[in-house]
């Protein structure tokens, strides 16, 4: 059970021990991408969805989402995160939405899944807001993008 960060050696789920880390600045950004027919994708972009302004509702709860990380993600450890950042990237071709989330933190571990909860709760907002106009709403693409600091040093996807 040694080579597990979050079993100890009697078999039992821990935390990961931060302690002994320094603080860093850390960062991370992460997409998601919103597929949808496109009537439901143009009302979103002239405002006609019955809710109210979709992507600024979004982008409100992807923040929160970020923001409530550790309460939703066991063994996640709760930090005081600095700057949380939601862009939406419209291709109007395809009918689609790319969601960005950049997080930031100075603390002892990164916000990976800080930026991968922001993204999905921006995009289940998304289609929480639209699904009474299209059920066929699919979520998609969503991975990390980017990490930096941290012992581990820094990640950027290639593809």
Sequence with gaps: MGDFTHIDEN??????DV????ITLRT????AVIKMNPDTFDKI??????????????RIAGIMGAK?????????HLINITHAKIDFFP??????????????????????????CAVSVAALTIYD?????????????MCLLEK????SGEFIRSS
């Design 68 to 76: 409530k990380t550790s309460e939703l993600i066991p063994m996640c």
């Design 129 to 141: 807001m639209c699904k009474s106009s299209d059920r066929e709403i699919i979520i998609t693409e």
């Design 28 to 31: 991370a950004s992460a997409l």
């Design 148 to 151: 930096k600091g941290g012992k």
């Design 91 to 116: 291709d109007f071709q395809k009918k689609l939405i790319k969601i960005i989330a950049s997080i930031s933190v100075s603390a002892q571990t990164g916000v990976e899944m800080e930026a991968l």
């Design 45 to 58: 972009y002239k405002g006609h969805i019955k809710k109210g302004n979709v992507l600024e509702t979004a």
């Design 11 to 16: 078999g039992q789920v821990r935390m990961v």
């Design 19 to 22: 302690t002994e880390k320094k």
